[in-house]
């Protein structure tokens, strides 16, 4: 009986140094990296319950991702510095691949397109939910999968302020996601995967560019998350401190509370939270104060005793 080997996993393919427009292409990148320095925008959140906050992505979300677009074209001194694309500008299109494109008003011409997507970090799961199906084909060598993080100001009220955002070749995206479907992750199910033919990058709405999988009774193909290609990114975030409590602090905290059906339950919950930022070694005694008047004003909105 011959054995089974599987293939070598997929090697990113990224645009030539050659090609013309390879400088613009770096510079891009370089321009989503920088979104959190330069990211502002006049959405304000308050009075929301604490109960409510992982709903916020659903709420926010296509907001957020509205207003990344608008900050990538006001760091235009960025990403054309040289003043060589003055007609060119990225516009978000809605239900079609890539969600933003880099083109040409006048003419339609596209340089390159992002997918776009954007998780709010105290969501009930500890990873993005986003899907990303779009077939190998659909995605040219500059096209990029980028993931915005971001939290309100003061975690349960404020302006949404973004962190490094999550940056990928959208073909090894897309090449890697298959390849771990079939090769990588365990299953008992069939692994098999419908690809479309004739597919081109930038297709129109009505064409029918996703890879669907011949078996997926959880809904899971697509996750990029679930693909590992995102672990060590995530899993830095999970130090980032939000008013004095890290991140992975306050989503344990607030999955706790949905998932209580007691005051009692309730006030363990925060309890923990409290101890936490007490014992935690690696926070400064006034972001442990700061961080206490955010439990507090939870506890009002919660209407705890204190």
């Known amino acids: 009986m011959t054995e089974h080997v599987s293939p070598s996993a997929p090697v990113r393919q990224l645009p030539?140094?050659?090609?013309?427009?390879?400088?613009?292409?770096?510079?891009?990148?370089?321009?989503?990296a920088s979104l959190p320095i330069y990211f502002r925008t006049e959405t304000h959140i308050s009075g929301i319950m604490a109960t409510d906050l992982h709903t916020l992505n659903t709420v926010l979300g296509a907001t957020i991702e509205d207003q990344v677009v608008r900050t990538l074209n006001l760091l235009r001194h960025t990403w054309d510095p040289d003043d060589r694309y003055p007609?060119?500008?990225?516009?978000r299109q809605a239900q079609t691949f890539p969600d933003v494109l880099l083109r040409k008003t006048s003419s339609g011409e596209i340089l390159m397109g992002i997918e776009l997507k954007g998780w709010y970090l105290l969501a009930k799961e500890s990873e993005p939910s986003l899907r990303f199906q779009a077939t190998l084909a659909a995605c040219a060598f500059q096209d990029l999968v980028v993931v915005v993080p971001w939290v309100l100001g003061n975690v349960i009220s404020g302006s949404p302020i973004l962190f490094e955002p999550f940056i990928e070749s959208a073909r090894y995206a897309a090449e890697y996601r298959n390849?771990?479907?079939?090769?990588?992750?365990?299953?008992k199910t069939e692994k098999g995967i419908i690809i479309p033919e004739g597919i081109e990058p930038y297709p129109s709405k009505s064409d029918h560019i996703l890879d669907r999988s011949l078996s997926d009774g959880g809904g899971n193909f697509g996750r990029l998350a679930r693909a590992g290609m995102m672990d060590v990114y995530s899993h830095k975030l999970e130090d980032v401190h939000l008013c004095g409590i890290k991140t992975v602090y306050w989503r344990q905290f607030l999955k706790a509370f949905q998932e209580s059906t007691t005051d009692a339950q309730a006030q363990t919950a925060l309890k923990r939270l409290k101890h936490r930022i007490q014992q935690s070694s690696d926070t400064p005694s006034s972001r442990a104060?700061?961080?206490?008047?955010?439990?507090?004003?939870?506890?009002?909105?919660?209407?705890l005793p204190e």
Do not use: D, G, K, M
């Open 16 to 32: 030539s140094s050659e090609w013309v427009h390879y400088q613009l292409y770096c510079r891009v990148r370089e321009a989503v």
């Open 87 to 91: 007609l060119y500008s990225f516009t």
């Open 179 to 187: 390849f771990h479907w079939r090769y990588i992750r365990e299953s």
């Open 289 to 303: 104060q700061s961080a206490l008047v955010i439990v507090a004003e939870l506890e009002r909105l919660l209407e």
